[in-house]
Structures are given as structure tokens and as C-alpha cells.
């Protein structure tokens, strides 16, 4: 069982120096194929890319308004927590007032 196991261990390690060695020759590849590209050929995959950024961007930000996950929600969510502080306060406020009260009736 022990031979098994190391020969899987083996195995996965071998896997992933492999994949990872097929990883940076893919990436080298690629950087030579962008650097071989013409300048204007560069310009416009850049502005497409830009440009399909900015079309998923819009289409985000639609989403998260029809879901009332926009600033406008997060604004409020920020402004009831800080009611929320200011009511604890408040609150902390009134006991330490009733807690003196008690203590100087227990001192006469």
C-alpha cells in the first residue's frame, strides 16, 4: 500500500512541475507573439479590451442597482449603524447615570 501512495505522490508532483513548466513556456510564447504585433495591431486589441471592460462594468453596475446592492444601499446601510452607535451611547449613557444614583442612596 505504501509503494501506491508514494508512486501517487510521485505522480502528482511530476503533474505539476510539468504543468507548471507548460505554464511559463505558453506565457513566454504569448509575450512574443504580443511583442511581435505592430504597434496599431496593439492599439486596437488594447481598445477593444477597454472597451468590453468598460461594456461588462455597465452591465455590473445595472445588475447590483436592480438587486439594491448600489451606493445608495450601502449609504444606508452606513447611516444605521451609525444611528445604531449613537443609541448604544445613549443607552450606556442612562445606566452609568442610574449606577451613580444607586451608589449615593447606598453611601447615605
Known sequence: MALIYND?????ALNASAALTLYS????W???AWNSMEEQAQA???AEWEQTI???AEEI?????????DGAA????EEDAEEGAEEEGED???GKDEEGEEEGEDEE
Open 25 to 28: 513556456q505558453a506565457e513566454s
Open 54 to 56: 468598460a461594456e461588462r
Open 8 to 12: 501517487m505522490v510521485m505522480d502528482a
Open 30 to 32: 504569448y509575450f512574443a
Open 44 to 46: 486596437e486589441m488594447v
Open 92 to 94: 450606556a449613557e442612562e
Open 61 to 69: 453596475s445595472k445588475m447590483r442597482a436592480e438587486a439594491g446592492l
Open 74 to 77: 450601502a449609504e444606508k446601510d
